[in-house]
């Protein structure tokens, strides 16, 4: 890796104003610049879940759009991470929107 810091795995749920304000399609768009795989998905409790996958760095620069930036008519009021791990293979080939 470029960054030297190894590829990691996190999941994430995002919590706020975040669906029907096209979080999941801003999500995936950040995701691709950065370079990152995994998916996201409105849950039917009003938040948008999801994995992402990719250098260490750039996963933390993805979790941090998700805290506080998100996309342009979201309010995000908090975003949770769980299940961090290293990994020696991203497990998806691109970054999905899961219906």
Same mark, same amino acid.
């Given at each position: 890796?470029?960054?030297?810091?190894?590829?990691?795995?996190?999941?994430?749920?995002?919590?706020?104003?975040?669906?029907?304000?096209?979080?999941?399609?801003? /999500?995936?768009?950040?995701?691709?610049?950065?370079?990152?795989?995994?998916?996201?998905?409105? /849950?039917?409790?009003? /938040?948008?879940?999801? @994995?992402?996958?990719?250098?260490?760095?750039?996963?933390?620069?993805?979790?941090?759009?998700?805290?506080?930036?998100?996309?342009?008519?979201?309010?995000?009021?908090?975003?949770?991470?769980?299940?961090?791990?290293?990994?020696?293979?991203?497990?998806?080939?691109?970054? @999905?929107?899961?219906?």
């Amino acid at each position: 890796m470029a960054d030297g810091d190894g590829l990691m795995s996190v999941d994430y749920e995002v919590h706020g104003k975040v669906q029907g304000v096209f979080f999941r399609k801003y /999500t995936q768009g950040e995701a691709k610049r950065l370079g990152l795989v995994g998916w996201v998905q409105n /849950t039917s409790h009003g /938040t948008v879940q999801g @994995q992402i996958q990719g250098p260490a760095a750039r996963v933390r620069e993805l979790q941090e759009w998700l805290k506080k930036i998100g996309s342009p008519q979201s309010r995000i009021s908090r975003a949770e991470f769980s299940n961090e791990k290293k990994i020696e293979a991203l497990e998806h080939k691109e970054f @999905q929107i899961v219906k």
